[in-house]
């Protein structure tokens, strides 16, 4: 499929570069280590805002991925090219969304031991619930995030216009991915009252999915 050729070519772009990655990953790791210093990493209270605080750092790092998806194509006109091309927006943004997500999902797979270092927090009997967590919630941030990222790439100030689009917009799954990560890390179930994060979560990406898809042409053409 095409727009798995797409993912599969930002994918070795930015692994042939590690641009984005390297200073994502940085980013998150001073992020973590800096937090650490300021609470106290033996306190039982720190779980109480572990979801809060990785969740946090996860859409501070995604940011510097996001804002690479489209803007790395500018170089030789290389983004005229791909819009002229025969293959249909979706699927270019579609391509596109995939390998940043690989990307972020990675960083915070990397983040999530050390953040359990540092703050002392036991995550491996949770690990698969929190993996679905993770899998919800940077989908809906890859997304959106990759649309912004189409709609700025021409800007002057795309670096500083992303996270001012991005992160209101993101409120409603990163409370939910917050508060999901919060019980996990806590070391109880999800379930009862819970649940309604959970079904804010998917419905949050199954929403914008829809509409991403439906808005990219008219993005790209403007």
């Known amino acids: ?19 984005s990655l390297n200073a994502s990953l940085s980013f998150a790791v001073v992020i973590l ?27 501070f790092a995604g940011a510097l991925i996001l804002n690479r998806s489209f803007a790395r194509e500018l170089p030789n006109d290389c983004l005229e090219v791909l819009i002229a091309s025969p293959v249909s927006g979706a699927q270019l ?32 009997p949770k690990f698969w619930p929190l993996l679905g967590v ?8 890859t997304i959106l995030g990759t649309l912004f990222s189409a709609l700025t790439v021409n ?21 939910a991915a917050m508060r999901l990560t919060t019980i996990l ?20 990406d199954v929403v914008f999915t829809t509409l991403a898809l439906a808005l990219v042409e008219t993005i790209l053409v403007r």
């Open 1 to 19: 499929m095409i727009f798995l050729q797409v993912a599969a070519k930002d994918l070795r772009s930015e692994l042939r570069t590690k641009e």
């Open 33 to 59: 280590l800096l937090f650490s210093f300021a609470f106290d990493p033996s306190g039982e209270a720190v779980a109480e805002f572990s979801g809060g605080l990785l969740w946090l750092v996860f859409a």
């Open 93 to 124: 943004f579609l391509g596109k969304s995939i390998a940043s997500f690989v990307l972020l999902l990675g960083i915070e797979l990397i983040c999530l031991p050390i953040f359990g270092i540092f703050y002392n927090i036991t995550w491996t």
């Open 134 to 141: 993770f899998l919800l919630g940077t989908w809906g941030m």
């Open 155 to 175: 800007l002057s100030l795309r670096e500083l216009m992303l996270p001012m689009l991005l992160y209101p917009m993101m409120i409603p799954a990163l409370m």
């Open 185 to 204: 890390l806590s070391g109880n179930d999800i379930g009862g009252d819970d649940l309604v994060w959970l079904r804010l979560l998917i419905g949050f």
